[in-house]
T-cell receptor, first 114, second 110 residues
Framework: AQSVTQPDIHITVSEGASLELRCNYS??????LFWYVQSPGQGLQLLLK??????LVQGIKGFEAEFKRSQSSFNLRKPSVHWSDAAEYFC????????????FGKGTKLSVKP | EAQVTQNPRYLITVTGKKLTVTCSQN?????MSWYRQDPGLGLRQIYY???????DKGDVPEGYKVSRKEKRNFPLILESPSPNQTSLYFC?????????FGSGTRLTVV
């Protein structure tokens, strides 16, 4: 069955430090991959997505993610974290192509130390 | 503005009292879906619809119903809500690979 794993439930980083949030998926075909961010009390905002082509994807707010097929991973990175990045981050996989559904990981909560 | 509109944003109800959460999209999308979000569990799909009159169960359909009588609307119905349905609910629509989410409905069942 298709699944998405975010191994880290909670991560704390210092402001200005680099960030990497991990995401692994289980799916037989090439998936569509997404990262969403949810600030406290807010809805979901799309950070970036990968469908095909260049495996390094640039998103909003200075985030990027790299698709590694051999590792079934789609890790999210940011070189320098800002206090406003504190939020919960969800990795999601679109399965079944244009007829399929979106499967979410359980999320990683990011805290930022001043 | 292209959007998915959910109503209400917040709802407190009592066990067993039927309720409907509405979802409407103005993008002429064929695909719509409902998710619930619970702490530590991420978002789990309740029901989805590929088109008018075509609906199917997601991962957690128990206790919920949906209908898709017209393309723009996809209401979520709780016939007899229970406290374990207290959650944050999101509606989404999609064309191709682009998903649009509503702002969420926070439901509390007491």
């Amino acid at each position: 069955a298709q699944s998405v794993t975010q191994p880290d439930i909670h991560i704390t980083v210092s402001e200005g430090a680099s960030l990497e949030l991990r995401c692994n998926y289980s799916y037989g075909a090439t998936p569509y991959l997404f990262w969403y961010v949810q600030s406290p009390g807010q809805g979901l905002q799309l950070l970036l997505k990968y469908f095909s082509g260049d495996t390094l994807v640039q998103g909003i707010k200075g985030f990027e993610a790299e698709f590694k097929r051999s590792q079934s991973s789609f890790n999210l990175r940011k070189p320098s974290v800002h206090w406003s990045d504190a939020a919960e981050y969800f990795c999601a996989v679109g399965v079944g192509g244009s007829q399929g559904n979106l499967i979410f990981g359980k999320g990683t909560k990011l805290s930022v130390k001043p | 503005e292209a959007q998915v509109t959910q109503n209400p944003r917040y709802l407190i109800t009592v066990t067993g009292k039927k309720l409907t959460v509405t979802c409407s999209q103005n993008m002429n999308h064929e695909y719509m879906s409902w998710y619930r979000q619970d702490p530590g569990l991420g978002l789990r799909q309740i029901y989805y619809s590929m088109n008018v009159e075509v609906t199917d169960k997601g991962d957690v359909p128990e206790g919920y119903k949906v209908s898709r009588k017209e393309k723009r609307n996809f209401p979520l119905i709780l016939e007899s809500p229970s406290p374990n349905q207290t959650s944050l609910y999101f509606c989404a629509s999609r064309r191709g690979e682009g998903y649009t989410f509503g702002s969420g409905t926070r439901l509390t069942v007491v």
